[in-house]
């Protein structure tokens, strides 16, 4: 049987990304809470096996099969969202494509395709949620994953840093413009976290090399996983975060302390 109590007994969550990596958890964590969920991604596969693996002990999961970059996909997003939950109440703008380089060896299609996604997909999938998320009122509240290197510069990562650090003043524009209706925006700026999006720097060095060059990278000495985000996500997204908007919470293991 679904959760009934819980921080977020009740509440309809949209999760994009979620069929993967730190979404994926996020949207464990919301359903261990009482929320019901629906989660969305380009593909088929991992969106089928998250839901296969929650629908028994959580029933209220879905999945919707979207592209963020394209605003057709995700005004069908916002139908099936009213028809499958009949409302929102939280909207966490998580999916994210992270692609390394310069400026000489970073062409216009990937910076495009970051921007599309990181940024103009967040934008396009909040402008559509807005409505819902108005007509839940008070307490409803919008999560953005930015990054650390929303904040921090780091060589070669010129696209994503720059659409990260642009998510980041988006959430805290859109937290003072719908401040008054009581709708809170935040943003949580993940260190490095073992998931896929780390699969092709694994790939260069191995697992556990990898892992122990990432380890010292953070000053707690130690990498993230995707559960320490998702606890982050909890606590701003439920009652007990109800006096902040416009935060960004690194959860890092220190790296912003920098
Ligand atoms: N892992 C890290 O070290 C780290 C650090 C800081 C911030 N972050 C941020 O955390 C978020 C989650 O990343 P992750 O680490 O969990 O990596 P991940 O497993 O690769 O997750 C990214 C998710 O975004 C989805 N996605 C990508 N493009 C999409 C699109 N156009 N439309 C819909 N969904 C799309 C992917 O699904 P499909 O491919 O099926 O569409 C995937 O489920 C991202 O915003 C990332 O930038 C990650």
Not at 88 to 103: F, K, T
């Amino acid at each position: 049987m679904a959760a009934m109590a819980g921080k977020l007994a009740g509440k309809r969550a949209l999760i994009t990304g979620g069929g993967t990596g730190i979404g994926r958890e996020i949207a464990h964590t919301f359903l261990e809470h009482g929320a019901r969920v629906i989660i969305c991604g380009r593909r088929h596969g991992p969106l089928k096996e998250t839901v296969d693996s929650f629908k028994p002990q959580y029933p209220d999961i879905h999945f919707v099969e979207c592209d963020i970059s394209d605003p057709e996909d995700v005004a069908v997003l916002a139908a099936k969202t009213r028809e499958l939950l009949g409302g929102l109440d939280i909207l966490v703008n998580n999916a994210g494509v992270s692609e390394r380089g310069d400026l000489e060896s970073t062409d216009l299609k990937v910076w495009d395709r970051v921007f599309n996604v990181n940024l103009r997909g967040a934008f396009v999938v909040t402008q559509a949620m807005l409505p819902l998320l108005k007509d839940s009122g008070r307490g409803a509240n919008v999560l953005n994953i930015s990054s650390n290197l929303g904040r921090q510069a780091e060589q070669h990562q010129v696209a994503y840093s720059a659409s990260k650090a642009g998510l980041d003043m988006f959430t805290r524009c859109c937290a003072l413009d719908y401040a008054e209706a009581g709708i809170r925006f935040n943003t949580i700026s993940p260190g490095v976290i073992d998931t896929p999006m780390q699969d092709h720097n694994k790939g260069e060095l191995g697992y556990q090399e990898w892992r122990s060059a990432t380890e010292q990278m953070h000053p707690l000495k130690a990498i993230g996983a995707p559960r320490d985000v998702a606890t982050a996500a909890l606590f701003l997204c439920s009652s007990d975060a109800e006096w902040l908007t416009g935060v960004n919470l690194p959860v890092d293991g220190g790296m912003c302390a920098r």
